[in-house]
């Protein structure tokens, strides 16, 4: 049975930093390239950031670089969104996304609540 559990997500103050965890299981994960999406209340689900399947390569929209690093080890199986200088418009639901290298087939997790707040 294929899971992707998100973890890491809770209540930060502005300026402040959260690293995310999705721990996968059910499925070759070093086969698949990992993404981090958000999606805030009342907007669509917007790209995060984006690992390959070795972890060689990373890419991020231009309103993430900077602060936003996504990372993954494949011996454990995770990947790893270290989220720094959080602003509010950051507070969205934290989603991670497998996706496989050549066929194309996608696993999304469940979710973690990320709120910027003072």
């Known amino acids: 049975q294929v899971q992707l559990v998100e973890s890491g997500g809770g209540l930060v103050q502005p300026g402040g930093s959260l690293r995310l965890s999705c721990a996968a299981s059910?499925?070759?994960?070093?086969?698949?390239?990992m993404s981090w999406y958000r999606q805030a209340p009342g907007k669509e689900r917007e790209l995060v950031a984006f690992i390959t399947s070795a972890g060689a390569s990373t890419d991020y929209p231009d309103s993430m670089k900077g602060r936003f690093t996504i990372s993954r080890d494949n011996a454990k199986n995770t990947v790893y969104l270290q989220m720094n200088k959080l602003k509010p418009e950051d507070t969205a639901v934290y989603y991670c996304y497998a996706v496989h290298a050549f066929t194309g087939r996608g696993y999304w997790g469940q979710g973690t609540q990320v709120t910027v707040s003072s």
């Open positions: 059910g499925f070759t994960f070093s086969s698949y390239a």
